[in-house]
């Protein structure tokens, strides 16, 4: 296969898993409960650079985590 093909590929496979990423963090935000405003203060007060490694923690928190944890931890 020719290298240009192979990055094509790759290029989709890793926009294909950053969409479900954040519908994974999406469906976190919407686990959490009553704790959901916290979570979304926390994604609103991350810097740019560091939003998408949070958007991973929420996708993969424990679903107590979710429901109690505040924005400070």
Avoid: H, W
């Avoid at 290029?11 to 990423?21: D, E, H, I, N, V």
């Avoid at 469906?27 to 926390?42: F, P, Q, V, W, Y």
Wanted: negative net charge.
């Amino acid at each position: 296969m020719k290298p240009r093909a192979l990055l094509a590929i790759a290029g989709l496979a890793c926009a294909s898993l950053a969409a479900a990423a954040e519908r994974t963090a999406e469906s976190a935000l919407a686990e959490a409960g009553d704790n959901r405003a916290e979570l979304t203060k926390l994604l609103a007060t991350v810097p740019e650079a560091q939003r998408a490694g949070v958007r991973f923690l929420l996708a993969n928190m424990p679903p107590d985590d979710l429901r109690s944890l505040s924005a400070d931890y």
